[in-house]
């Protein structure tokens, strides 16, 4: 069964440090996976795609990896802010479907 | 900017009403969906249409229909809401026909109450 497992469920950092979201998927044949953000009360933005090929992308402060190999990916935010609080969605298409397969996503509060 | 706009940020019904969620894009996308997103569960598709007048059940179709007269209007239906039916409902458009993994363009979210 195609499935996505986001961890952790929630996060709590204080500003200014680093932190580290994992995204772990067993959707195959593996087409794409993609990073959304959701702040509170928002519907959610694209952060960043991956594809097979891609190992490491980087958005301002966020960096997402990929490891096809492991089916893994994470979203590491460098020098976390206070309008990073949010939650973060990893979503991942399986190779010749038109479905998506949301994570249930990481909630990270960043604290003054 | 690219805008999907909900109609309704908030709605407050009660058993057995019918409920009407509307969605308009401005980016004429081929592609509409409707999830509902509950803690824990992530989100989940009610339905999709990837044309005008067409549309296609999702993971979770039961008490909802659909609605596409319209390339930018897609419309989410309950005939009669349950307490069940009370989410947050997200409207999402895409680019292309049949896209895979396109990116989504989602609106604010029209969160039900039913009581």
């Known amino acids: 069964k195609n499935q996505v497992e986001q961890s952790p469920q929630s996060l709590i950092i204080l500003e200014g440090k680093n932190c580290t979201l994992q995204?772990?998927?067993?959707?195959?044949?593996?087409?794409?996976l993609r990073w959304y953000k959701q702040d509170t009360g928002r519907g959610p933005v694209s952060l960043t795609i991956m594809t097979f090929s891609e190992n490491t992308k980087s958005n301002g402060r966020y960096t997402a990896t990929l490891d096809a190999d492991t089916k893994q990916s994470s979203l590491h935010i460098t020098a976390s802010q206070l309008s990073d609080s949010a939650s973060y969605i990893c979503?991942?298409?399986?190779?010749?479907?038109?479905?998506?397969?949301f994570g249930s996503g990481t909630r990270l509060l960043v604290r003054p | 900017d690219v805008k999907v706009t909900q109609s309704s940020r908030y709605l407050v019904k009660r058993t057995g009403e019918k409920v009407f969620l509307e969605c308009v894009q401005d980016?004429?996308?081929?592609?509409m969906f409707w999830y509902r997103q509950d803690p824990g569960l992530g989100l989940r598709l009610i339905y999709f249409s990837y044309d005008v007048k067409m549309k296609e059940k999702g993971d979770i179709p039961e008490g909802y229909s659909v609605s596409r007269e319209k390339k930018e209007r897609f419309s989410l239906i309950l005939e009669s809401a349950s307490t069940n039916q009370t989410s947050m409902y997200l409207c999402?458009?895409?680019?292309?026909?049949?896209?895979?993994?396109?990116?989504?363009?989602f609106g604010e979210g029209s969160r039900l109450t039913v009581l």
């Open positions: 980016m004429d996308h081929e592609n």
């Open positions: 995204c772990n998927y067993t959707v195959s044949p593996f087409s794409n």
């Open positions: 979503v991942v298409t399986a190779l010749g479907s038109y479905k998506l397969i």
């Open positions: 999402a458009s895409s680019r292309f026909k049949r896209d895979r993994g396109r990116e989504l363009f």
